[in-house]
């Protein structure tokens, strides 16, 4: 069994500091679980020499607007804060009023007070004050006519964003209030199409939208040719500065948002400063700045219904077009609850991300699915270089601490292959994962240079993946209480296992993930003793010999397999939980070729084969989950083709944790 640490124990594990249920981690501070590893941010005397450097200098540099010292209240102009009155032509007027005079601030005061789209002018601060609510109108008719936006990164003409601004200069939302957009299963949220958000069976949905839009951007039509408001269902946008400079978003709280909360796009000089996004509806993305320049993210509150944060620069050909990086983008003490992932870049991204820094940060909640996301696919192309992340905290992650997946969406194939490159994670502590790492690339197009420094998973229930990957290097990795190196091949199918299947009443196994496990008993009885010879068809596989409670078998996860050899079919013996299993084998030749075919188990359950897979053996299953005391299960052999006359260097197993594999045998 491999071994594993409580996070109490992971005290001694050099000086890491656990508080409550959360790995505690010094913000800022100069110290490190394993020394001084600030020794290398500097060279020749006191010179900095790593990116660090310019995150400061990208930090202490970004222009704050320029506002004059004059304000008035919303309610001068008619507004009245009982939730009920209309107060859009307040807003609009009381803008229009200090514009008028060269801008000052509007103050919202308490109270609730229901509108339809804000638009700001240059030189405005709309402030929202302690106990105030800016709720927007669930009237899709109230964010008409439609402007120039973004959905899902490509331009055209559709609903107003809910507060918005054009080519504006100098422009703020701050305070401690609350900006509300009523959004929820009944309003909004539907159009995403899904059961959980209140879309029932002919209600309609923003997805033929979404596809003319795609066709539109595809086949050139000119973005003011690219129409949808009324009659269509593209969910808008909360607050969407478009093409503005000197941007800041300072303590307000977004709430029930349609879709992506905060969404700056083609800015220069944006801070969004101790903001609160609390909103968990579809797409509820926190704070995405699009293809802008020179942003500083410090000190927010994230919990969001989609990712924390995303960075994004355009979509396929319309990103192509506008061709416009998102780049020069500092993340600093903010705090990542529930979330798809903590700090993101893409997948709208073909206009390009650089020089991303994210620093002292932390993420403490049990519903984030990645820490470090970064997502893209072949039709999006652009780059993603230059992303540094250090002094982070993280309680625990469903998935990966980073992931860099190439197949989000349309995946490879499309002839727009992306250059993801220089990714490094410094000084960050892990409570619970399911990876360190994973990264996959293409086999015409590799991920290049990750380097993990002094990187401590206290918990991780599979070790790292790097497909298609160059150049990863670990310094100091720390998993489940060892200390490990970068991902490599395996030698073996034994030294993959991952998985205890078997076991027996004094130690038991847990296949399932419910409990469950063979008995070493009835797999004696069936001739599977630890190291037999298991013979089916053209296959002589071998029992695995692993002693009771260790490791037995590989629960995928596109594990690579060294193996050598030729025939004219690979066999698996293994098994599938949770109902008949399929995925993706891809056979790597020595002549640098490669091949994939879909291998498919039978759900163990059953002892007759229904997935293309053929009966080995029946074995008896006991244990804490659904089997209570014995149920008869199979053991299968599944086989893929082999390219004639190749010899075999390699074997990629599917993703797919439901499928045990326990060997593989080339065969014919």
Known sequence: MSERITRREALTIGGVALAGTAVALAAGGSGSAFGDVRKSDVQHGSMPVTPWHKAEHIARTVRQPRIPHRSRSVTDFGAVGDGKTDCTKAFKNGIAALARRGGGRLVVPAGTYLTGAIHLESRIDLHVEKGATILFTTDPNAYLPVVLTRFGGEECMSFSPFIYAYEKHDIAITGEGVIDGQASNTAWWPYAGKASFGWKKGMPTSDADSAALDAMVESGVPVKDRVFGAGHYMRPILIQPYRCDRVLISGVTTHRTPNWQLNPVLCTDVTVKNVTTSSHGPNNDGCDPESCNRVLISGCTFDTGDDCIAIKAGKNADG?????????????????????????????????????????????????????????????????????????????????????????????????????????????????????????????????????????VADAARASVSKYTDGVTFKNVVVNGKKVEPPKPFPNIAAAYNDVGTGTSASPGDLDGSGDYLTRSSLATAGLTPGASVKHGDFTFTWPASAVGENDNVATGDETILLSGSGSSLGFLGLATHGNQSGTVTINYADGSSASSTLAFTDWWKTTASAGDEVVATANSVGDGPSGDGHTVGIFCASVPLSSGKTVESVELPANSNMHIFDLKIGG
């Open 320 to 456: 192509r077009r506008i061709n416009v990086p998102c780049q020069n983008v500092v993340i600093e003490q903010c705090e990542f609850f529930d979330g798809h992932g903590a700090i993101t870049i893409g997948s709208e991204m073909t206009g390009g991300v650089r020089h991303v820094y994210a620093r002292d940060n932390r993420c403490d909640s049990k519903d984030l699915g990645e820490v470090v996301r970064l997502k893209t696919n072949s039709m999006r192309g652009g780059f993603i270089t230059d992303v540094h992340v250090r002094d982070l905290t993280v309680e625990s992650v469903n998935d990966a601490l980073l992931i860099v997946d190439f197949f989000y969406g349309e995946g490879a194939g499309h002839g727009f292959n992306p250059t993801v490159k220089n990714i490094t994670l410094d000084n960050v502590r892990v409570g619970k994962a399911t990876y360190p790492l994973y990264s996959v690339g293409y086999a015409d197009d590799h991920i290049s240079d990750i380097t993990f420094t002094n990187v401590l």
